[in-house]
């Protein structure tokens, strides 16, 4: 079973307009960490926003905000006032356990193309 | 803080030659890197777990005799394709973790793309 599944691999959405990106998760692990990052054209991986399983609050980075639904294992990444510089690809990324050495585990990516 | 830089950002070579790529962790130090490959339009895949001053844990499938790695120190790790072959064309990243603010996160380099002739 995949343990990261992004169901999105394109999306688009207007400028100045939210949008959502899917992530879903598997784990038994009581203690993991849910990362998501962009990578634009120049491959460079960004951290946008982090989830830790026992964290209470949704997360939130400026216009970036984690919809975490832990007994549905969804972590949504919502973009508000998207800009055309959000245009990139979006991986959503799991770390089982709570260890700085522990693997993360990617999905497969939405691509973003934000529009005029 | 927490800069990862990769050396180099790109290099082509010749079928059957070695190509060594540097992940330095620049103002802090990383106990732990990763290396991670990626095909075009596809995600990254972990390729190996480098810990300094021990042998790197590599996944299934990944051949260790072709894909050598070394962490001397805490902040340098280096990734070795031996006998490079155009299939190994590919983006390699490294990342490297740092337990600071608590998130244990993985800072990653700007990548290094690889064209085998």
């Known amino acids: 079973a995949q343990k990261i599944t992004q169901t999105q691999p394109g999306m688009f959405v207007q400028e100045k307009e939210a949008v959502t990106l899917d992530c879903t998760y598997d784990t038994s692990d009581p203690s993991y960490g849910l990362f998501w990052y962009k990578q634009p054209s120049s491959g460079e991986m960004i951290f946008l926003i982090y989830?830790?399983?026992?964290?209470?609050q949704n997360a939130t980075e400026g216009r970036y905000s984690l919809n975490f639904q832990k007994a549905r294992k969804s972590a949504n990444l919502v973009i508000s006032a998207s800009q055309l510089g959000d245009s990139a690809m979006y991986f959503c990324?799991?770390?089982?356990?709570?260890?700085?050495?522990?693997?993360?585990?990617f999905g497969t990516g939405t691509q973003l193309k934000v529009e005029l | 803080g927490a800069v990862v830089s990769q050396h180099p950002s790109w290099v082509i070579c010749k079928s059957g030659t070695s190509v060594k790529i540097e992940c330095r962790s620049l103002d802090f130090q990383a106990t732990t890197m990763f290396w991670y490959r990626q095909f075009p339009k596809q995600s990254l895949m972990l390729m190996a777990t480098s810990n300094e001053g021990s042998k790197a844990t590599y996944e299934q499938g990944v051949e260790k005799d072709k894909f050598l790695i070394n962490h001397a120190s805490l902040t340098l790790s280096t990734l070795t394709v031996t006998s490079a072959h155009p299939e190994d064309s590919s983006f390699y990243i490294c990342?490297?973790?740092?337990?600071?603010?608590?998130?244990?996160?993985?800072?990653f380099g700007p990548g290094t793309r690889l064209t085998v002739l």
């Open positions: 990342s490297a973790s740092s337990e600071a603010g608590g998130r244990n996160e993985q800072f």
């Open positions: 989830q830790g399983s026992y964290d209470q």
């Open positions: 990324a799991m770390r089982e356990g709570s260890g700085g050495g522990n693997k993360l585990t």
